[in-house]
């Protein structure tokens, strides 16, 4: 009689489970805008560029950023400093999450 208990209860709390996932799946929005402008890109670049290149990369001149909508991502570019030919940092950003797709500096 006990394992007959035990059983049901295993059964009840698979299907509660189950439930869980399926309410999970189903009430999560698929498509967000977590970078929905180009203020938020170029704060994401801001933030995360110092970490790859040292805190010089913030003496940019300015950020520039433009949306792909065919690739679904931002893509920022510093402009570099007026007399200098060190290039400038790049980096794309996936507008429906946020996530660094490519981070790179010209020359």
């Known amino acids: ?6 059983i049901i209860l295993i059964v009840v709390l698979a299907l509660l489970n189950i439930f869980q996932l399926i309410w999970t ?3 999560y929005p698929l498509f ?4 929905p402008d180009e203020e938020t890109a170029i704060a ?5 560029l110092p970490n790859m290149y040292g805190q ?6 300015s950020y520039l950023a433009r949306y792909n ?11 570099g400093i007026p007399g200098h030919f060190s290039g400038a940092p790049e980096i794309r950003i996936r507008k429906s999450d946020g996530k660094i797709l490519r981070v790179r500096h010209s020359m």
């Open 44 to 48: 994401i670049a801001i933030a995360v």
């Open 1 to 6: 009689m006990k394992k007959k208990y035990i």
């Open 69 to 79: 909508s065919i690739g679904g991502y931002w893509e920022v570019f510093g402009t």
């Open 25 to 27: 799946l189903f009430s």
């Open 56 to 61: 010089g990369v913030l003496k940019q001149e």
């Open 32 to 35: 967000t805008d977590a970078v």
